[in-house]
Antibody, heavy 121, light 106 residues
Framework: EVQVVESGGGLEQPGRSLRLSCTTSGFTFGDFGVGWFRQAPGKGLEWVGF??????????EYAAPVKGRFTISRDDSKSTAYLQMNSLKTDDTAVYYC????????????WGQGALVTVSS | DIQMTQSPSSLSASVGDRVTITCRASQDIYIYLAWYQQKPGAVPKLLIY???TLQPGVPSRFSGSGSGSDFTLTISSLQPEDVATYYCQKHGNAPHTFGQGTKLEI
């Protein structure tokens, strides 16, 4: 059974940094990508980005609002992906989700329970 | 970037009704489309991937169809537990944009 768990959320001030972790089990992590998403309070779902897996793993894609500020990485030895969020803005306040296995093609995947990130002074 | 437009934004239906939600892409996305269900306060749940493949464990009253730029999510017989917001999401080339959501009420 595929399991996905986010951790690392919390309260941070604008301009500061925060790192989320996405720990997985139940599949061959190195062969697949991981997607990141967020949902601001009362708003719809927003795709944040993803990192590929497999032979050409490590390619990253980002949504325009976070490009240049957020970085997705992975540690295959730990079956874990990371979302490094720098230069945080109040608009980044949201529940952040990761999902795996994830890819360019639409496929079956499992979402984590989410991690709340609050950016406020 | 490819835009994803869902319709309607909200709808109200009765138990037992057949409900259809549509999602239109501004360009051809082949079958790179997923449908999600999100109940209030809950994690989004994947219903359909590859435009028409039912995620294991999802009731068979849910079905997806379409390819190219026009897609449909159908609930064949609406149940009270289907009250939720439904989202489509494109895959393929980035960004993997979501539709704006369709709020379904009984």
């Amino acid at each position: 059974e595929v399991q996905v768990v986010e951790s690392g959320g919390g309260l941070e001030q604008p301009g500061r940094s925060l790192r989320l972790s996405c720990t997985t089990s139940g599949f061959t992590f190195g062969d697949f990508g991981v997607g990141w998403f967020r949902q601001a309070p009362g708003k719809g779902l927003e795709w944040v980005g993803f990192i590929t897996g497999g032979a050409h793993g490590g390619t990253t894609e980002y949504a325009a609002p976070v490009k240049g500020r957020f970085t997705i990485s992975r540690d295959d030895s730990k079956s874990t992906a990371y979302l490094q969020m720098n230069s945080l803005k109040t608009d980044d306040t949201a529940v952040y989700y990761c999902a795996a296995p994830y890819s360019y093609a639409s496929r079956s995947c499992v979402w984590g329970q989410g991690a709340l990130v609050t950016v406020s002074s | 970037d490819i835009q994803m437009t869902q319709s309607p934004s909200s709808l109200s239906a009765s138990v037992g009704d057949r409900v259809t939600i549509t999602c239109r892409a501004s360009q051809d996305i082949y079958i790179y489309l997923a449908w999600y269900q999100q109940k209030p306060g809950a994690v989004p749940k994947l219903l359909i991937y590859g435009a028409s493949t039912l995620q294991p464990g999802v009731p068979s009253r849910f079905s997806g169809s379409g390819s190219g730029s026009d897609f449909t999510l159908t609930i064949s017989s609406l149940q009270p537990e289907d009250v939720a917001t439904y989202y489509c999401q494109k895959h393929g080339n980035a960004p993997h944009t979501f539709g704006q959501g369709t709020k379904l009420e009984i």
